[in-house]
């Protein structure tokens, strides 16, 4: 099955490739792998939240954070496919490193990143699994709650 029609059995549209936000590429090619730039939760170039992720009033909720985290997984899969074409030709998802805007206490960074992870794993089964680093931070770029980059082999 393509991974088209995979995105179409699950439900996901795949976005357009997000417009970069300062002075970069979205999308390195070296070799067999195409390295992506940070990728915010935005959808049609507006953030989806702002702040930071934690329990209590005036926080972004754990679970709302996994979800933004899918949906910057998502937006990361458009500039793949801008980058190389078409997504089919992806051998496999190497490394996910997911930054999490949070409050001091806040430890559970991976279960927030597990959104992105997730939908790289539904989406593209075994080569979907990947090796993975979710990082605490004080703030992220437009106040995102959240950002993921990934390295992703391809033929």
Do not use: W
């Not at 976005?15 to 390195?28: F, I, Q, S, T, W």
């Not at 490193?97 to 806040?106: E, L, R, S, W």
């Amino acid at each position: 099955m393509s991974i088209d029609a995979r995105l179409t059995e699950l439900g996901i549209e795949l976005p357009e490739a997000p417009l970069p936000l300062a002075v970069y590429v979205p999308a390195v090619v070296e070799g067999n792998l195409v390295f992506i730039s940070g990728q915010l939760p935005t959808v049609n170039g507006e953030l989806r939240a702002t702040g930071k992720v934690g329990e209590g009033n005036g926080l972004v909720a754990p679970a709302d954070a996994k979800d933004y985290a899918r949906t910057a997984a998502l937006n990361g899969l458009a500039v793949i496919k801008s980058a190389i074409g078409n997504l089919d030709r992806i051998t496999r998802i190497v490394k996910v490193t997911g930054f999490v805007a949070c409050v001091p206490d806040f430890t559970a960074m991976g279960a927030v990143m597990n959104g992105a992870s997730e939908l790289l794993g539904d989406v593209f089964g075994d080569i979907g699994t990947h090796a993975r680093s979710s990082i605490g931070v004080p703030v992220l770029p437009m106040d995102s709650p959240v950002e993921v980059e990934m390295i992703v082999a391809f033929k």
